[in-house]
């Protein structure tokens, strides 16, 4: 469940409403006259993208990347 607070509501107490997205997970809306335009959620550590996916464990590329490419492997609005 989300929850709703004004920008001025806020600003008021936004330490306090970090703290309590900090021990609780969940978001909270903040929204200016009753519309949504923001959410305070908590943070999330990204994924390393340099990682290898386990499930390509043992993947082979077979070519050579670097290789040029045929005329016929462009399309013919790119030549």
């Not at 001025?8 to 021990?23: D, G, I, N, P, Q």
């Not at 305070?40 to 990347?65: I, N």
């Not at 670097?66 to 462009?74: I, K, V």
Request: proline share 10%; aromatic share 6%; charged share 30%.
């Amino acid at each position: 469940m989300k929850i709703m607070q004004s920008i001025y509501e806020t600003k008021a107490h936004f330490s306090e409403l970090v703290a309590e997205v900090e021990r609780t997970g969940m978001a909270i809306v903040i929204s200016r006259h009753g519309k949504p335009v923001a959410d305070l959620v908590p943070h999330r550590t990204a994924k390393d993208p340099l990682k290898p996916d386990p499930a390509l464990r043992g993947a082979v590329y077979k070519g050579d990347p670097t290789a040029p490419l045929d005329a016929a492997d462009w399309p013919e609005t790119l030549r």
